[in-house]
């Protein structure tokens, strides 16, 4: 089991700068999902895929936000035009398809710093 | 509105003592329950669910979780608690697409 890889781990940019970062979901998993994650908060859900169609945005993905998971595996998540509170962990997950207990594997997440 | 509230920040405990994290939530329809655990730069790992059936679940490392529907909460435990289960736990509640997290919950074991 190789679990959820992401790429980068960490992430400095400056502000104005595009940024993406990738994720590589279990193989047999099909549902992909995006979180934000800033200090002493819970994760804040930003959009999910099943297969390779994007089914559900958060209001929290602005405009210069877009993710994308082409063939249906990996998924890359870019950010536009970076803005300091931009500044957070992104955390990368896959479950298999509408089994409503299975849970959530996370990777070890993209910490983006922003200056 | 789906959501769970996480009533401590902070939770301090002897090592060797029995361990109690809060969580209560507000959902429609039937919720399907987790447990999570987050070690410093590293992702949640999961550590139980509760889906149907016996309200005490349990679930990795020693831990389980009593689900009680009368007072919609979801409260994770531990016996016996170690000082390498010092880290942060989200309850998260999920809605069939979406799953909503708790602001987390520091849990600190003394030796």
């Known amino acids: 089991d190789t679990g959820v890889s992401q790429d980068p781990r960490h992430k400095i940019t400056k502000r104005g700068q595009n940024v993406t970062f990738r994720c590589d979901p279990i193989s047999e998993h099909n549902r992909l999902y995006w979180y934000r994650q800033t200090l002493g908060q819970g994760p804040e859900f930003l959009t999910y895929?099943?297969?390779?169609?994007?089914?559900?945005k958060s209001r929290l993905l602005s405009d210069r936000f877009s993710a994308e998971r082409p063939k249906g595996s990996f998924s890359t998540l870019e950010i536009q035009r970076t803005e300091q509170g931009d500044s957070a962990m992104y955390l990368c997950a896959s479950s298999l398809t509408g089994i409503n207990n299975s849970p959530l594997h996370f990777g070890n997440g993209t910490r983006l710093t922003v200056t | 509105a789906q959501s769970v509230a996480q009533p401590e920040d902070q939770v301090n405990v002897a090592e060797g003592n029995p361990l109690t994290v809060k969580c209560t939530y507000s959902?429609?329809?039937?919720?399907?329950l987790f447990w999570y655990v987050q070690y410093p730069n590293r992702g949640l790992q999961f550590l139980l669910k509760y889906i149907t059936g016996d309200n005490l679940v349990k679930g990795s490392y020693g831990f389980e979780a009593e689900f009680n529907k009368s007072q919609t909460s979801f409260h994770l435990k531990k016996p016996s608690a170690l000082v390498s289960d010092s880290a942060l736990y989200f309850c998260?509640?999920?809605?069939?697409?979406?799953?909503?997290f708790g602001t987390g919950t520091s849990l600190t074991v003394i030796p």
């Open positions: 959902v429609s329809g039937n919720p399907y």
């Open positions: 895929f099943q297969n390779e169609a994007q089914l559900e």
């Open positions: 998260a509640v999920n809605t069939g697409n979406q799953f909503y």
